[in-house]
């Protein structure tokens, strides 16, 4: 026994080394392994496998020993412990759903984000706000806990919502600009029978030819009126009826030929491409009787003569398109001395069609009106309805090289009547919707001349302008008087008047 004492505690003591070199159970070593393995717990636990040291005769206290490998299982499951980390991406699954969200914002692209952490999910406002960061934020980008903030992007956006506001002011600029030329002033106004004046032509003696087509009330008839050199108003020519239609003549456009005669656009609203232009033959600074010069047009409008040809705007080809065709055409003057012209059905067709101008206004359907040529022989046309400024430039065989927009600008609603400046180089264009004229110079700049709102012209002021002449210092403006939408013009007032700006040296 006295052997056997010393056998049993020599196995005590290996027990006790065991436990202290050998881990833990695991139900009591897996709550400590975060904190790493410290001998000092195995030594406080030592106490316990003591008093069952005595109990272990055999040499199977000994098999604890392998049972350490056992007890490193737990470390096997130390990976299990991390397959919450697995749940993260389940935790991901919603931040997709509020990428989705996100797509409706139009952030298709930042379905990706879901794919990172979840504070990353909220990376595309960030993005965003990268967006506008080149502008000024470029150091943020260090701080993407400020990025919440940053979801506030938006907000500096709202600066570009009031850029339109903004511009309003800018559509007010003709207005400086007419307090800076002075405003319009009451030229003459017309006398009983005339309600709706438009073209104006130059004689050489300094007379004003006027068409007066009376849209407005057409029982008073149809006429064109003479301006005097010194502002006195009579009746040149009463004009009649057109065969076909039965209705008055519809005196648009007025120009003087080489000739002397004078081309006279007859707009016909009844019928099918009924509008003509009639030739009025002079004769001792008299009137002839008006005759058909050129037929089949669907709204002849503008005329003018330039180098052996007669230019004519057709304001509408084809409505129904969008855009809607209108165009010019051009007519060798020694071809009209030797009879009547009639136009193909389709206008665009006709050898004697110049170019299309196309319009884009939906309400009001009106395209090419006024022309006029500068000093390089350049024609201009205005477009009615969408308020822009065409440049037509011609080879050395007079085939067209150039059919492009020379000039527009927001507060130029509408291109009436033309009529160049050769001194100062500029086109003076009246913009009927605004009741201003405009002048264009050569480098496209668009500057107002005058502008007014609302009135019946007895103030002088514009009462929607359509025409522009200018004789000397003085621009003669026709006032028509007869609303379309969009106009600041709302109704028809009597008497009719003409305005005058003028013009400094």
């Not at 002011?169 to 003709?174: Q, W």
């Not at 440049?391 to 050395?396: K, L, N, Q, S």
Request: charged share 30%.
């Amino acid at each position: 026994m006295t052997k056997k004492l010393p056998f049993a505690t020599l196995t005590a003591l290996l027990a006790i080394l065991v436990c202290t070199v050998g881990c833990p159970p695991a139900s009591e070593s897996q709550p400590q392994r975060p904190s790493g393995p410290d001998p000092v717990p195995g030594v406080t636990d030592i106490p316990a496998p003591t008093p069952e040291a005595p109990m272990v005769e055999e040499p199977a206290p000994e098999e604890p020993a392998p049972e350490p490998p056992k007890a490193e299982e737990p470390k096997a499951e130390a990976p299990k412990a991390e397959t919450p980390k697995e749940e993260a991406p389940k935790a991901d699954a919603p931040k997709p759903e509020e990428a989705m969200a996100d797509k409706a914002k139009a952030d298709a692209p930042k379905e990706e984000a879901p794919k990172t952490d979840a504070p990353k999910a909220e990376t595309p406002k960030p993005e965003e706000a990268q967006a506008d960061k080149p502008k000024a934020d470029a150091p943020k980008e260090e701080a993407p806990k400020k990025d919440a903030p940053k979801a506030d992007a938006p907000k500096p956006e709202e600066p570009k919502a009031d850029k339109p506001k903004a511009d309003a002011p800018k559509e007010e600029a003709p207005k400086k600009d007419a307090a800076k030329a002075g405003k319009a002033e009451l030229f003459l106004t017309l006398p009983a029978g005339c309600n709706t004046p438009d073209g104006m032509c130059l004689l050489p003696d300094g007379s004003v030819i006027l068409s007066m087509p009376n849209f407005n009330k057409l029982d008073e008839g149809a006429r064109l009126m003479k301006i005097t050199p010194d502002n006195k108003v009579e009746k040149f020519l009463e004009l009649g009826k057109h065969p076909e239609t039965g209705e008055l003549i519809g005196a648009l456009g007025v120009c003087l030929a080489p000739s002397g005669d004078l081309f006279l656009a007859d707009y016909q609203m009844k019928g099918k491409k009924q509008s003509r232009v009639l030739r009025i033959p002079m004769k001792d600074g008299k009137p002839g009787e008006p005759v058909p010069a050129i037929e089949g047009f669907h709204v002849s409008n503008a005329v003018v003569c330039r180098d052996g040809y007669l230019y004519v705007s057709e304001t509408q080809i084809d409505i129904e398109a969008q855009p809607g065709t209108s165009g010019i055409l051009r007519f060798k003057l020694e071809d009209l001395d030797k009879g009547v012209i009639k136009l193909a059905d389709d206008v665009t067709k006709d050898p004697h069609f110049v170019c299309v101008i196309p319009f884009h206004n939906k309400e009001v359907r009106l395209g090419a009106d006024g022309l006029c040529f500068d000093n390089q022989g350049n024609l201009y046309c205005g477009d009615f309805g969408d308020g822009t400024l065409h440049r037509i430039e011609f080879d050395g065989d007079g085939k067209v090289k150039s059919n492009k927009i020379f000039a527009t600008a927001d507060f130029m609603k509408c291109c009436d009547g033309l009529f160049f400046n050769p001194k100062t180089e500029e086109v003076y264009v009246t913009d009927s919707m605004s009741n201003a004229i405009h002048a264009v110079s050569m480098d496209a700049k668009v500057r107002t001349l005058a502008q007014n709102g609302d009135t019946d012209g007895t103030d002088g002021g514009m009462d929607q302008p359509c025409e522009v002449l200018l004789r000397g210092n003085e621009l003669i403006v026709s006032n028509m008087d007869w609303p379309v939408p969009g106009c600041i013009n709302k109704t028809y007032n009597e008497p009719c008047t003409l305005s005058v700006i003028h013009i400094a040296d």
